[in-house]
């Protein structure tokens, strides 16, 4: 009886074991798991947006909203051994072992419309933050490029069918030059909240609005202070003015300013589906809008477009994103790295266009049952 007894005890603590696992050491590998398989679904959606766009087919945007993975391990274990054997078999009792698992995860789907549709896609990327991700870090050139329309009436090149053009002659060299003086450390910008003027009545709290100003750094070397030089005649800006006042918009008002007419999430999609290569079938078809010749070809030295997706009857073989769409494959190349960082900073730039609105991330809860 002492020999069975003790297989019974080691049953029992691997039962309690397996519980442990499912709870708190599911966490890093849930974590993880559902982590990747999120981003790699927006990576996916994303892409296919896009190439819709190319199409003029409808792009849809379906967020995750929440995520619930909730476990339940039962088990039992029970022992019996024949206590009178010369009694009847009803008496006697047998050893047995049962087990359930259960797996069930709830995923939300939030569609965009309404008010968070026009803030996510339509609403433009506000200057403020535009220049914030400059001078933390990320590169000037890609950035101006990717989200601006225009700075101080000097225009950006454009894909979008609605306002197809090339770039000011100025424009490449202003964000160049932009670009060296902040690798300099000669850009910076302050944030100041001013009191607005509240109509209609009282209010206990008072109302600001935040208003952003840009300098350059006066003790500079010969070369940064050549570029700054540039910059100021370039957007027209008054040399003697030592701050610059930050905006939206296409023309300035004042010599002491620099505005910025940024594009909208939708608009960003929009001049990415200009670097799709779509079949020739396709083209020849008219299924898809054709390009500006000077811009179709893979021209290394040209920044337009910003990403590049390939496209082929079969699948990749090395893909950072892939996706099928009407009998084709369509990638981004694994080892296209400017393709790769536009794609990423998509991200960033879909959750700082809700002005105002904390976005909501997808929430994991693991019960430990």
């Not at 009694?87 to 789907?109: E, K």
């Not at 990327?125 to 050139?141: C, E, T, Y």
Request: hydrophobic share 40%.
């Amino acid at each position: 009886m002492c020999h069975r007894m003790r297989w019974v005890f080691v049953v029992a603590i691997l039962a309690l074991q397996g519980c442990q696992s499912i709870g708190v050491g599911s966490i890093q590998r849930d974590r993880l798991d559902y982590g990747g398989a999120i981003a790699d679904s927006w990576k996916e959606q994303t892409l296919l947006n896009i190439i819709k766009l190319r199409y003029f087919d409808t792009p849809t945007f379906l967020d995750v909203s929440t995520v619930i993975s909730s476990y339940q391990l039962q088990s039992e274990v029970s022992f019996g051994r024949e206590i009178f054997p010369n009694a009847p078999v009803d008496t006697n009792r047998s050893f047995g072992l049962t087990g359930i698992y259960t797996d069930r995860p709830t995923i939300s789907y939030a569609p965009l419309t309404g008010e968070k549709f026009v803030n996510s896609l339509l609403r433009p990327i506000s200057p403020q933050a535009i220049f914030a991700m400059i001078l933390s870090g990320h590169q000037a050139d890609f950035i101006l490029r990717a989200t601006v329309r225009a700075i101080n009436d000097v225009y950006n090149h454009s894909a979008s069918p609605a306002r197809a053009r090339r770039e000011d002659p100025a424009f490449s060299q202003l964000v160049a030059a932009l670009r060296r003086i902040q690798q300099a450390g000669a850009l910076g910008m302050r944030i100041e909240a001013r009191p607005l003027a509240v109509q209609g009545g009282r209010s206990d709290r008072p109302v600001t609005a935040d208003t952003a100003w840009l300098f350059f750094r006066e003790q500079a070397d010969a070369e940064t202070a050549q570029d700054i030089a540039f910059v100021r005649k370039a957007l027209g800006i008054d040399p003697d003015v030592r701050e610059l006042r930050l905006g939206f918009g296409a023309l300035r008002n004042t010599g002491s300013e620099i505005t910025l007419l940024t594009r909208s999430i939708m608009e960003i999609l929009v001049e990415l589906s200009s670097g799709v290569e779509v079949p020739a079938q396709h083209l020849a078809e008219g299924r898809a809008r054709p390009l500006q010749g000077e811009h179709r070809g893979p021209d290394v030295q040209n920044p337009y477009p910003v990403a590049r997706v390939l496209s082929g009857e079969g699948p990749p073989a090395d893909a950072y994103v892939a996706i099928r769409y009407r009998n084709h494959w369509f990638w981004i190349d694994d080892r296209d790295l400017a393709s790769k960082r536009a794609f990423s900073f998509l991200r960033i730039f879909s959750s700082i266009a809700e002005t105002g609105v904390v976005p909501q991330q997808p929430v994991l809860t693991i019960p430990a049952n």
